[in-house]
């Protein structure tokens, strides 16, 4: 299995409510990933956890919670959202470093995020 | 600090024609070079990729090669098609940069006309 599997693939929220993206990868990779991407720009890396331990926060606004319930999988929590937070959200995995300089990174499809 | 600066687009191509999209860096060491692929709609695919100076990555008729004197990356592809409409990503990785941490160019939309 060389996939990273997001879910849903679209969620429409309001402004008041509370969900969950969901990322889950069977690749034996260590390192998992949250980016949030607008359209035809490059990603920007959110939250980075590494063996299960979150190792990077890049300034995120605490709205997005992110959890990392065990290595395969990996949630974003969402509440209380603004418009501008519509995006294309991205998981992705890695290797721990430092694999991850020569491998890569292995990116979902996304969960196209919407907020009204 | 590390950095990737790829050629702005869009680039409007027809079927057939050559193709160059360049990618120079600034890092920190020895970093690896990565192409990826973004289709409408979709996610991020690993296109290819280089891990040091000399090697050449190849994937589905595109090719980079990894120029340490120029600090390029450039991607080329000798006869592009209509599927290969996406935006593409040059990328570095560096362990001298917060353990691997991946670092885009801005991108360059390509479309590729009949």
């Known amino acids: 299995d060389t996939e990273v599997t997001q879910t849903p693939k679209h969620l429409v929220m309001g402004m008041t409510n509370k969900k969950s993206l969901k990322c889950e990868q069977h690749?034996?990779?260590?390192?998992m990933y949250w980016y949030k991407q607008k359209a035809k720009k490059p990603p920007e890396l959110m939250f980075v956890?590494?063996?299960?331990?979150?190792?990077i926060n890049e300034s995120v606004p605490s709205r997005f919670s992110p959890e990392c319930p065990n290595s395969s999988l990996l949630n974003l929590h969402l509440h209380a959202l603004q418009p501008e937070d519509s995006a294309l959200y991205l998981c992705?995995?890695?290797?721990?470093?430092?694999?991850?300089?020569?491998?890569?990174?292995?990116f979902g499809s996304g969960t196209r995020l919407t907020v009204v | 600090g590390n950095s990737v600066t790829q050629m702005e687009g869009p680039v409007t191509l027809s079927e057939e024609a050559f193709l160059t999209i360049n990618c120079t860096y600034t890092?920190?060491?020895?970093?690896?070079l990565f192409w990826y692929v973004q289709y409408p709609g979709e996610g991020l695919q690993l296109l290819l990729k280089?891990?040091?100076?000399?090697d050449k990555g190849s994937n589905k008729g595109f090719e980079a090669t990894y120029r340490k004197e120029t600090t390029s990356f450039h991607l080329e592809k000798g006869s592009v098609q209509v599927s290969d409409s996406a935006v593409y990503f040059c990328?570095?990785?560096?362990?001298?940069?917060?353990?691997?941490?991946?670092?885009f160019g801005q991108g360059t939309e390509l479309s590729v006309k009949p």
């Open positions: 992705a995995s890695s290797q721990g470093a430092p694999d991850r300089v020569s491998e890569g990174y292995t």
């Open positions: 690749m034996g990779h260590r390192a």
């Open positions: 956890y590494s063996y299960e331990k979150l190792s």
């Open positions: 890092a920190t060491g020895y970093p690896s």
């Open positions: 280089a891990t040091k100076a000399d």
């Open positions: 990328a570095l990785s560096s362990i001298y940069n917060q353990g691997g941490k991946l670092i």
